[in-house]
């Protein structure tokens, strides 16, 4: 069935430090791509997506390209902030098949 | 625009006690879901609403979740009776349509649920 394998957390960087979390996904059909961020204490909330190959999503300094070839999604940002400290969660819907999918999150902590 | 609301915040039983959660999705919002969301998973839908009817309940245990969306508004979910591994946080979403590959869902604050 469909599924988002991504990097274990948790994840701890120093403010400005160059993030990359990877995801990888597995999908019978051609998924849409999303990645979602929990902050503390709030519900998930739609950081970026991507749907189509080579598209790229980019929001708030976060980008990630949907690579069909290596069938990835993975999250970077140049720069970290504190504020960025949540937990991110990739997922995907295949058209036709509507729940989406999500991995199981990877909490990143940015310190000062 | 008000986001999706959802009530109580927190909730703490005992096993075999019923239990039930409130979702107001965005207004004008078609779709309406509720996914559990087990510590340290992510987030698996129960059921999805299309208006007042169910397009997709089948990973909804049905010998004790229910799920009603009477005027194709807001949404009640209930459990009973409560088991301790259904402690989890209840997360309620809504999209203008049925999801598409370019539909975006909007999801409450969630209900945490703790079981003892």
């Known amino acids: 069935g469909d599924s988002v394998t991504q990097m274990e957390g948790p994840v701890t960087l120093s403010e400005e430090a160059f993030l990359t979390i990877n995801c990888t996904y597995t999908?019978?059909?051609?998924?849409?791509l999303f990645w979602y961020v929990q902050y503390p204490g709030e519900g998930l909330q739609l950081l970026l997506k991507?749907?189509?190959?080579?598209d790229k999503g980019s929001n708030k300094g976060f980008e990630a390209t949907y690579r069909k070839e290596t069938t990835s999604f993975h999250l970077e940002k140049g720069s970290v902030q504190v504020s960025d400290s949540a937990v991110y969660f990739c997922?995907?819907?295949?058209?036709?098949?509507?729940?989406?999918?999500f991995g199981k999150g990877t909490r990143l902590s940015v310190i000062a | 625009e008000a986001g999706v609301a959802q009530s109580p915040r927190y909730k703490i039983i005992e096993k075999r006690q019923s239990v039930a959660f409130w979702c107001n999705p965005i207004?004008?919002?078609?779709?309406l879901y509720w996914y559990q969301q087990i510590l340290g998973q992510g987030p698996k839908l129960l059921i999805q609403?299309?208006?007042?009817?169910?397009?997709?309940d089948s990973q909804l245990p049905k010998d004790r979740f229910s799920a009603e969306r009477l005027k194709g508004v807001d949404s009640t979910l209930k459990i009973q009776p409560a088991k301790l591994e259904d402690s989890a946080v209840y997360l309620c979403?809504?999209?203008?349509?049925?999801?598409?590959?370019?539909?975006?869902?909007?999801f409450g604050p969630g209900t945490r649920l703790t079981v003892l």
């Open positions: 207004s004008g919002h078609a779709t």
């Open positions: 609403f299309q208006n007042n009817g169910v397009v997709d």
């Open positions: 997922a995907l819907l295949v058209p036709g098949n509507t729940p989406l999918v």
């Open positions: 991507a749907t189509k190959a080579d």
């Open positions: 979403a809504s999209s203008p349509r049925l999801a598409g590959p370019t539909d975006t869902q909007y």
């Open positions: 999908a019978t059909g051609y998924p849409s």
